[in-house]
Each structure stands twice: as structure tokens, then as C-alpha cells.
């Protein structure tokens, strides 16, 4: 068994199954929140289900509280959660995590994030300008998440990402700070970079792009 406890959320959805497995191939001990625990596709020893809602801190706290990393692969969901939900999990996060005395943190986010290493080329800025045309409230709620997170003290990583494909193929990866020159990621590529950045620093307080190569 790995010596980390991990606390998941988001483990049903499109990248978070994907990161579930991955954790638990690992032998990493996971407790996993969700909404609807019937779509959870494992049965594993490792493996603690929590029903709930990340918009309850009470829940959150409970599901952080002997847990060494939170990963967050939250989306909006289906049925879809509220278009503010990134602000109001990642208050409830940083809380939880801060009282508990621990510092590590991985989420997931978009490619129309925007932080001030930027160096988007022509098409990633018409992919942020097309989720702001579309979807302006999540989106700039997407960025809102990343200035709580740039304002507080913990080791957090924001993994911005183009489109994912649910797909157990591992390739080579791209990663940077300024652009996404990639239109696609694998699930399990995001998944074993994730697992890389468990115990690597070399991102902490970034907001990395990765793609497949």
C-alpha cells in the first residue's frame, strides 16, 4: 500500500474515473466523493465512498480529514451543478485543507484559464474568447478559482487541459506554462501525470498545459 491517502473528487466523471483507476492500480488508499455512488465502476479495499455534495464544507472537511492529497477533477456534472460550483468547492477546499494542516492540492481546469506566464497562440485565445462567448459565467468562474488559489498558501497545481479523450492509451506528453499546442489529452495520459505530480514540485503553484504529443 502507498503511504499517501488521497482524497478524490470528481471520481465519476470523464477525467476523474480515469484517475480513480490509476490511484487504485497504485495501490494508493482513496476516499472518493460523489454525488451519485452508483456510477463509482470499482470495488477495491482501498477504496472509501463518500456521498455528498463539494458545495457543503461540513462534507468536504470530512472527506479531506485523514488524507494526505486532494485531487480535484470537478466538472459541472450531470445533472449539471451549479455554474459558480468551481469557486465555492475550491473556498470549501482550501479551508478544509488549511485546518487540517495539510498543503497539497491537484485540480483540473481549461484551456481558457488565464494566468500571467500567457503566451496563447491564435487558436487557444479563440478557444478562451469561445468559452467566454458561450459559457460566460463558468468560464470566468474557472478563473475566479485560479486567483483563490493564486491568493492562498497551499502547494496547489491547476492542470489546464484541451479536450479529453476517455481512452486507457498512454502516449508521450507535452506540458508548459504559456501554451497548449496540443487539441487533445488522453485520460490516462492526465491520469499518470497526475500521479507523477503527487510527490514532484516542479509545478507546484503553476498551472501547467499538457497535450498529447
Given at each position: 500500500?502507498q503511504?499517501?491517502?488521497?482524497?478524490?473528487?470528481?471520481?465519476?466523471?470523464?477525467?476523474?474515473?480515469?484517475?480513480?483507476?490509476?490511484?487504485?492500480?497504485?495501490?494508493?488508499?482513496?476516499?472518493?466523493?460523489?454525488?451519485?455512488?452508483?456510477?463509482?465502476r470499482?470495488?477495491?479495499?482501498?477504496?472509501?465512498?463518500?456521498?455528498?455534495?463539494?458545495?457543503?464544507?461540513?462534507v468536504?472537511?470530512?472527506?479531506?480529514?485523514?488524507?494526505?492529497v486532494?485531487?480535484?477533477?470537478?466538472?459541472?456534472?450531470?445533472?449539471?451543478?451549479e455554474?459558480?460550483?468551481?469557486?465555492?468547492?475550491?473556498?470549501?477546499?482550501?479551508?478544509?485543507?488549511?485546518?487540517?494542516?495539510?498543503?497539497?492540492?491537484?485540480?483540473?481546469?481549461?484551456?481558457?484559464?488565464?494566468?500571467?506566464?500567457?503566451?496563447?497562440?491564435?487558436?487557444?485565445?479563440?478557444?478562451?474568447?469561445?468559452?467566454?462567448?458561450?459559457?460566460?459565467?463558468?468560464?470566468?468562474?474557472?478563473?475566479?478559482?485560479?486567483?483563490?488559489?493564486?491568493?492562498?498558501?497551499?502547494?496547489?497545481?491547476?492542470?489546464?487541459?484541451?479536450?479529453?479523450?476517455?481512452?486507457?492509451?498512454?502516449?508521450?506528453?507535452?506540458?508548459?506554462l504559456?501554451?497548449?499546442?496540443g487539441?487533445?489529452?488522453?485520460?490516462?495520459?492526465?491520469?499518470?501525470?497526475?500521479?507523477?505530480?503527487?510527490?514532484?514540485?516542479?509545478?507546484?503553484?503553476?498551472?501547467?498545459?499538457?497535450?498529447?504529443?
Open positions: 500500500m503511504d499517501l491517502k488521497i482524497a478524490l473528487i470528481g471520481a465519476t466523471g470523464k477525467a476523474g474515473t480515469y484517475i480513480l483507476k490509476a490511484l487504485l492500480a497504485q495501490n494508493f488508499q482513496v476516499k472518493a466523493l460523489v454525488r451519485n455512488p452508483e456510477k463509482i470499482f470495488n477495491h479495499s482501498a477504496l472509501t465512498v463518500t456521498t455528498g455534495d463539494v458545495g457543503d464544507g461540513e468536504v472537511q470530512d472527506l479531506i480529514n485523514g488524507c494526505d486532494v485531487i480535484s477533477a470537478l466538472g459541472l456534472g450531470n445533472p449539471a451543478s455554474k459558480t460550483i468551481f469557486t465555492q468547492s475550491t473556498v470549501n477546499i482550501i479551508t478544509a485543507i488549511e485546518s487540517l494542516g495539510l498543503k497539497r492540492y491537484i485540480a483540473l481546469t481549461g484551456l481558457n484559464v488565464n494566468t500571467p506566464l500567457d503566451n496563447k497562440d491564435e487558436k487557444t485565445r479563440l478557444a478562451t474568447q469561445w468559452m467566454y462567448d458561450h459559457f460566460p459565467v463558468s468560464t470566468a468562474n474557472r478563473q475566479k478559482e485560479y486567483d483563490i488559489l493564486t491568493e492562498s498558501k497551499l502547494d496547489w497545481t491547476l492542470i489546464r487541459l484541451p479536450l479529453i479523450m476517455q481512452t486507457d492509451e498512454q502516449t508521450s506528453i507535452g506540458m508548459g504559456i501554451n497548449c499546442t487539441d487533445q489529452i488522453n485520460a490516462a495520459n492526465l491520469a499518470q501525470f497526475i500521479m507523477d505530480q503527487l510527490r514532484a514540485v516542479e509545478f507546484v503553484r503553476q498551472a501547467p498545459f499538457i497535450w498529447n504529443n
